[in-house]
């Protein structure tokens, strides 16, 4: 039997467990696994430089790749610095391992420096974690770790391990340690009962409706789900995160659906009499209000995880399984049909939106985030492409503008949507995919929460290409100030550095591009470049993203792209349109309360647009 | 909203007790007592959770729980026949006027007193947590010094073994749509 320290255990077991690559910064307290880590070559150590930019990288790296993304820190502020990272991974069911140094056993407890409680702090945003203080268990906890985090719905695991745990000695034996979990149950198998039941709702449709979401790519069952939409000629829309699952080329994919999913797909699902969701969660993104939210439709909700059933929408079947394995069982059930009527329902809403579409707008000088999003997909499309979005307007920019054909090829925070994550996932990405060119789309606000990791992929010699789609505002935010707060824009405006001479200063390529006429020659040279460059792309200040179903308001009550259109003004001096009643009576109700206590009356609206309907208590305190 | 009894095994892991009652804060329910304990298996501990929501609330409880790594089982008692008891020690004032009447209330309850000095009677009481209220209601208007309650520890009736079954996610009936999270202030 091998007699190893705890630290070159812990490298043993990644080796095991085919890690290729690690994201890390050293400290204190795990400073003895840093030492053995030189022993181990074949395992790549990419220093980061903000333990954040290392749960983000682990993250990127399993999305892109499906394998366990690996991120270590030290204890403290080296592992709280992580929590973000982790709720990141946790939200979006990504499966990661963060391995963390601990005080001294003797020390737990005692305020010592740099402790912190951390399997405490990790517990709500964790699947599960680990604090091990003893050499002899950290095989165990480390192949646990790993298994958890890949099976069933994935998630992070976080291994906590004390000093001395790294320090002493113990046997290695990894067959030993094969993971024992007698409470965990990833695979869950639906009764037939239901599968039966699924399959009457589905043959007997009318107006039927796919809800793509990330499960798909996560079973890897794309071409399951294609072809139960063929068999049945059933329209499919995605979810932020199901962009990719279902090919954007292929006829049944509508779109994206929720606050800033297309019109078309919105109605539809209000519309549909049988919604079949597949490895999706039903977030208040896609939703919109609960109470009015497709009312027309049965639903049947395949999902890995049982939590998720019935959560937010009650359902009429649950088919509870991996969702490979349960289009496997459903497919042979489903029969044949066209739908005509509903495709031709569908096609109308389609028809009147499209007009509006920007793709088919002239060039009149002004550049907007639509048009740069736009033009890198058209330019980039022979190439195998992944785009790594942060969160705002341009993330909803590049998921209505971006065509992605494959699985993995957008990522992009959708659950937690953490500012900051773009840089550091498309680098961890851009490790799992080498061969693949990997685009950042972020925007100015978000990219200066994590820039210091251009750093990183300069020390690493990687290349990523950073497209900063820069307003000068938080720009989501600005947006809903314009909407919704009568356009007091706090806190919104923002400079930021010459983002040129920022990539220079980290010895990387940097180019501005302010005139649709230079994008073309912009991502060309980009392309070219064999360093990271960041492309600081000036765009319309004020510009906004349409449609939206205001947060809570019902999902077919959109605020529409103005029809005279946004992209050939000024975004400063626009109209659109909000339709009546768009917003829920609470939300106006707290707006003319807040209004009465500033002291301020609705001065800055424009004299079209339809005013709130005012409350019959805020009418009595006027 | 009804109150619902959930039996939970439990891996006896430090920091197990700490995963569930996050669970239940995380997820927004209001544990109205909680009694965890050993049982006949090495290792293994048993919790009762008594928890104040609806059916549809009581089924997402229940998925959440068998979702946490350490939970071995769980089982709804609410609607089987079950057998719940708590414990209580109720230090009661008394005078020499008083102290008579209340140790024929105590005799009334079927509890057993358990120390007495010139001020106080301490009386046990064990039975249904409704038991048990009512005592310290008719104690009440002696003064109480001093209480406290175990929280109650239910099982299921009869020989039948409970299920270990994974869990059954049952669909909404229409009726109980509770747990209901579509409140527009909630949105952001």
Not at chain 1, 35 to 44: G, N, S, V
Not at chain 1, 386 to 396: L, R, S, W, Y
Not at chain 1, 446 to 464: D, H, N
Request: hydrophobic share 40%.
């Amino acid at each position: 039997m091998k007699k190893l320290t705890g630290a070159e255990i812990i490298w043993e077991c990644l080796q095991k467990e085919g890690v290729d690559v690690v994201f890390g910064y050293p400290g204190g307290a795990i400073l003895p696994t840093y030492d053995a880590m030189t022993k181990y070559p074949k395992i790549h150590h990419v220093l980061v430089r903000h333990e954040q930019g290392a749960t983000h990288m682990a993250d990127g790296y399993a999305r892109a790749s499906g394998k366990v993304g690996v991120a270590i820190a030290t204890s403290g502020p080296g592992a709280t610095n992580m929590v973000t990272g982790i709720a990141t991974a946790m939200m979006d069911s990504s499966p990661i391992v963060c391995i963390t140094g601990q005080v001294g056993s003797k020390a737990i407890g005692t305020d010592a420096f740099q402790e912190t409680d951390v399997t405490g702090v990790t517990l709500p945003v964790t699947k599960h974690n680990y604090l091990v203080t003893k050499p002899g268990d950290i095989a165990r906890a480390i192949r646990e770790a790993f298994y958890i985090a890949k099976s069933g719905r994935p998630g992070p695991v976080l291994v906590d391990i004390t000093k001395d745990a790294q320090q002493l000695t113990a046997d290695f034996d990894w067959e030993a340690a094969a993971p024992k979990l007698p409470g965990y149950r990833p695979n869950h198998r639906a009764p037939a009962s239901e599968f039966a039941r699924a399959a009457e709702l589905i043959n007997s449709a009318k107006r039927p409706l796919i809800l793509a979401g990330q499960g798909i790519m996560k079973s890897g069952s794309t071409n399951d789900v294609l072809a139960l939409a063929k068999l049945a000629n059933i329209p499919i829309s995605t979810t932020l995160l199901g962009i990719g699952a279902i090919p954007a080329s292929s006829e049944f994919n509508l779109g994206m659906m929720g606050m800033h999913g297309e019109s078309w797909v919105n109605e539809a699902i209000q519309q549909a009499d049988v919604l079949i969701a597949l490895g999706m969660r039903f977030d208040d993104r896609v939703t919109g209000n609960l109470k009015t939210y497709a009312l027309n439709a049965k639903k049947i909700h395949v999902e890995i995880d049982p939590t998720e059933v019935n959560k937010n929408v009650p359902v009429d079947v649950a088919l509870i399984g991996d969702l490979r394995e349960v289009l496997g069982e459903l497919k042979p059930l489903v029969k044949k049909a066209e739908h005509a009527e509903w495709w031709a329902t569908i096609n109308v809403a389609r028809g009147d939106s499209a007009v509006r579409d920007i793709k088919n707008l002239p060039d009149n000088g002004h550049l907007y985030a639509a048009h740069v999003i736009n033009d890198i997909w058209r330019l980039t499309q022979k190439r195998d492409t992944i785009v790594v979005t942060d969160v705002g307007q341009h993330q909803m920019w590049e998921a209505q503008y971006f065509r992605h054909d494959k699985p993995r090829s957008l990522i992009t925070s959708g659950g937690l949507g953490t500012m900051g994550f773009a840089l550091p996932a498309a680098i961890g990405a851009k490790f799992a995919c080498p061969e693949k060119d990997v685009w950042v789309v972020v925007g100015d606000g978000g990219f200066q929460m994590t820039s210091c990791e251009l750093a990183t992929a300069e020390q690493e010699g990687i290349k990523v290409n950073v497209a900063i789609i820069n307003n000068s505002f938080l720009g989501m935010v600005r947006q809903w100030q314009e909407f919704f707060y009568d356009k007091r824009y706090a806190a919104t405006p923002m400079t930021g550095p010459d983002f040129v001479k920022l990539a220079e200063a980290y010895r990387l390529s940097g180019l501005r591009c302010n005139q649709r006429s230079d994008v073309k020659a912009t991502v060309e040279k980009t392309l070219g470049d064999k360093k990271t460059v960041v492309i600081d792309f000036v765009v319309e200040k004020e510009d906004s993203v349409f449609p939206m179903v205001p947060a809570g308001a019902d999902l077919d009550k959109m605020i529409r792209r103005p029809k005279q259109d946004v992209m050939l003004e000024s975004g400063s001096d626009k109209e659109w349109e909000m339709p009546a009643a768009v917003l829920p009576d609470v939300f106006t109700e707290a707006k003319a309360e807040a209004k009465v206590l500033n002291g301020r009356g609705k001065t800055s609206a424009p004299a079209s647009r339809k005013p709130a309907k005012p409350t019959k208590s805020a009418k009595s305190r006027r | 909203m009804a109150k619902h009894t959930l039996i939970a095994y439990v891996e006896d892991v430090p920091g197990v007790l700490n995963r569930v009652a996050s669970l239940f804060r995380r997820r927004n329910f209001n544990i109205d007592s909680l009694t965890v304990g050993g049982t006949d298996q090495p290792g293994i501990s048993r919790l009762t959770v008594v928890v104040d929501t609806t059916e549809a609330g009581a089924r997402i409880v229940e998925a959440n729980l068998y979702k946490l790594v350490n939970v071995l089982r769980v089982d709804d008692l609410t609607h089987k026949a079950s057998l719940t008891r708590e414990l209580g020690l109720v230090k009661v004032k008394v005078t020499p006027d008083t102290r008579s009447q209340v140790l024929q209330l105590v005799d009334v309850f079927r509890a057993r007193v358990v120390d007495v000095d010139e001020k106080t009677i301490t009386a046990e009481v064990t039975g249904t947590p409704d038991k048990i209220a009512k005592f310290e209601l008719i104690l009440r208007p002696y003064g109480i010094a001093e209480m406290v309650r175990t929280g109650a520890v239910s099982m299921a009736r009869g020989h039948e073994p409970v299920s270990s079954a994974p869990p059954l996610v049952r669909t909404a009936d229409g009726a109980d749509q509770g747990h209901d999270t579509s409140g527009i202030s909630m949105s952001v």
